[in-house]
Antibody, heavy 119, light 108 residues
Framework: QVQLVESGGGVVQPGGSLRLSCAAS????????MHWVRQAPGKGLEWVAF????????YYADSVKGRFTISRDNSKDTLHLQMNNLGPEDTAVYFC????????????WGQGTLVTVSS | QSALTQPRSVSGSPGQSVTISCTGA?????????VSWYQHHPGKAPKLIIY???KRPSGVPDRFSGSKSGNTASLTISGLQADDEADYHC????????FGGGTKLTVL
């Protein structure tokens, strides 16, 4: 079955950087677009970034544009999120999600990794 | 793209039905019918339960149903069970993805 396992979360100081990873298994990674979605404490979900199945196109939420970079290594079935210039507003659980079979939905999710931005 | 508004909480007794609304400006949904719903037990992976407004993924029981009228999408859960107690999130794609604030369902 589909498995998505995030890693790389932790505590980082404001202005710092962090790189998240998501190991995918149970499906043909190279044929699906992927996303990062986050949930700040006590808040709803927020879509963060999208990458096409072949990495040729990426899109970002305005809140992270210019600071975050989504990428994928199709040879290792792994998704990444490079986060730079982090601020307290980036504190959240970060989920990776696989595109669905329809259009516009997130078909499968990981359990998430917590990122805390604090001095 | 505008935000989506959900009630903060709803509740119901086992066996009853509950409906969770998801309201936005017309721009929140655009001309598309790409509304999806997710069940999230805290600490676990969110789960897709409805996509394209009313379609159910394989394995999701037909107690879960979705609909949309005008600027409001709705999720109805019938025959409530204890395990349905979770957070529910709506999402719309209209050029970008936007979520509602989430609704906590309590099964009394």
């Amino acid at each position: 079955q589909v498995q998505l396992v995030e890693s790389g979360g932790g505590v980082v100081q404001p202005g710092g950087s962090l790189r998240l990873s998501c190991a995918a298994s149970g499906f043909t990674f190279t044929t699906f677009a992927m996303h990062w979605v986050r949930q700040a404490p006590g808040k709803g979900l927020e879509w963060v970034a999208f990458i096409r199945y072949d990495g040729s196109n990426t899109y970002y939420a305005d809140s992270v544009k210019g600071r975050f970079t989504i990428s994928r290594d199709n040879s290792k079935d792994t998704l990444h999120l490079q986060m730079n210039n982090l601020g307290p507003e980036d504190t959240a659980v970060y989920f990776c999600a696989k595109d669905g079979v329809g259009f516009g939905e997130f078909g499968n999710w990981g359990q998430g990794t917590l990122v805390t931005v604090s001095s | 793209q505008s935000a989506l508004t959900q009630p903060r909480s709803v509740s119901g007794s086992p066996g009853q039905s509950v409906t969770i609304s998801c309201t936005g400006a017309s721009s929140a949904f655009g001309d598309y019918n790409y509304v999806s719903w997710y069940q999230h037990h805290p600490g676990k992976a969110p789960k897709l339960i409805i996509y394209d407004v009313s379609k159910r993924p394989s394995g999701v029981p037909d107690r879960f149903s979705g609909s949309k009228s005008g600027n409001t999408a709705s999720l109805t859960i019938s025959g409530l069970q204890a395990d349905d107690e979770a957070d529910y999130h709506c999402c719309s794609y209209a050029g970008s993805w936007v979520f509602g604030g989430g609704t906590k369902l309590t099964v009394l």
